[in-house]
């Protein structure tokens, strides 16, 4: 079994406002073994950080592998093939900058997670929810006004973000088909969004009744509710039903935000994803009456943080990225920067991220007994967030399940 000690590491993990004092770090196969101030090597290799940030490997709770191009109607006519090669390239390069661990909220798939899986791909670790679900003219029905095909024709390709679903009957087999499937939570779209060519950001998704019935299947599966919402109604409607992972959130109020905490709900702002729109999606061929919409949101984010962070509502780590604008997914950690403490923010990719997707104590966390995902970080990241952007630029290691993915410069 191999092994790495790792010796004057100073750890940030985002529940310090400092670095911690230099330790050793034992990793023993694929699992982080020991951490101490004085841990013999036995027959480990040593690596000397000489006084480097170690970090547990980042966690991006919000994003859409399969979305490899902006135009997300286009997207879900693209062969399974063409989506599958180029999704692959998309998890690796979040892996290289730092994200060991990924939450896909609608598109992949058991079977593509299954492929990365088996090993030969360099890929994060994929939490899945598989095909999020929406009503006709919903955030996932990207048919047009006047395109009436059969909602099934795109549903199940590897493409396609979403499914359609009317009804509780139809909802209820949804939920149950994508659990069979292989997800490990359901995403349902539950306001108007962006990407979508027939629902303004007000429209409510699903009736109450609707949502109520998506969560008991999710309760009877042992697990949660994911759920797009922008707007104040649109997420008191969702914390009431019992959704649990509240993605977005731009335009929530004082009120809401704490009834979302009593309930012990957790946000998922995704402002980076926002700002990207705005710069760069017309051209990369995100259609112009969504580039229009992008604006409602966009403002409001910065001020949803400052609600939510008042409430006491958690937030996770989200990026939201499409196509080309993927590059960007580390930018969050900056944008995050200017509202909330450096610790925090960190914090939303690491131990908040960590307990969202049921693995706390696995990942987001240097500690024995988790999963050996690892990141090297030169300098401080606590006195400047953007040493995690840049692709990883300031990133000399970067360890998933005990084995190196990257290392450049450290003995």
């Keep these: 079994m191999a092994s790495t000690l790792f010796t004057n590491a100073r750890i940030v993990d985002g529940t310090a406002p400092e670095r911690g004092a230099p330790v050793s770090v034992l990793v023993e196969g694929d699992t982080i073994r020991e951490v101490g101030k004085s841990i013999a090597p036995g027959k480990a290799k040593t690596v000397d950080l000489k006084g480097r940030t170690l970090m547990p490997g980042l966690i991006d709770a919000h994003v859409h592998t399969i979305a490899v191009v902006a135009d997300l109607g286009r997207n879900a006519l693209l062969p399974d093939s063409f989506v599958a090669v180029r999704a692959l390239v998309v998890l690796r390069e979040m892996l290289m900058r730092g994200f060991t661990t990924v939450r896909d909220v609608g598109g992949a798939d058991f079977g593509f997670r299954s492929a990365v899986e088996m090993g030969g791909f360099p890929a994060p670790r994929l939490v899945l929810s598989g095909k999020a679900l929406s009503q006709t003219g919903g955030h996932a029905d990207f048919r047009g006004r006047y395109d009436d095909r059969a909602t099934a024709t795109t549903g199940h390709r590897l493409g396609a973000l979403g499914r359609v679903c009317d009804g509780l009957d139809q909802v209820r087999r ?25 629902d303004p950001i007000h429209f409510l998704g699903f009736s109450v009744s609707e949502l109520e019935a998506v969560v008991e299947e999710a309760k009877m599966a042992g697990t949660y509710v994911s759920a797009h919402v922008y707007t104040d109604d649109a997420i008191r409607r969702c914390v009431e039903a019992g959704v649990h ?3 977005h959130c731009n335009l929530i109020k004082p009120e809401t935000a704490k009834l979302a905490a009593s309930k012990g709900a957790v946000a998922v702002p995704t402002l980076v994803t926002y700002d990207k729109l705005a710069s760069e999606g017309g051209k990369l061929g995100f259609p ?3 580039v229009a919409k992008v604006e409602n949101v966009r403002v409001a984010g910065m001020d949803s943080l400052a609600i939510m962070k008042k409430a006491g509502l958690p937030m996770a780590y989200g990026s939201d990225l499409l196509g080309e604008m993927h590059r960007h997914q580390s930018e969050e950690f900056v944008i995050r920067g ?12 690491t131990h908040v991220a960590a307990k969202l997707l049921g693995l706390e104590g696995k990942i987001g966390v240097v500690a024995p007994g988790a999963h050996a995902d690892l990141i090297v970080v030169d300098g401080d ?16 290691a970067i360890m998933k399940a005990g084995a190196f993915v990257k290392r450049s410069g450290l003995n």
């Design 174 to 198: 949804a939920a149950r088909e994508e659990m069979k499937g292989g997800a490990d939570f359901i995403k349902i779209m539950a306001n108007g969004g962006c990407a979508s060519p027939t």
């Design 338 to 349: 200017r509202a909330l403490p450096a610790h925090e923010v960190i914090g939303s990719a």
């Design 288 to 290: 112009p009456d969504s």
């Design 245 to 247: 992972s509240l993605e």
């Design 381 to 396: 990241p606590l006195k400047d967030l953007a040493l995690l952007t840049r692709q990883g630029r300031h990133m000399p």
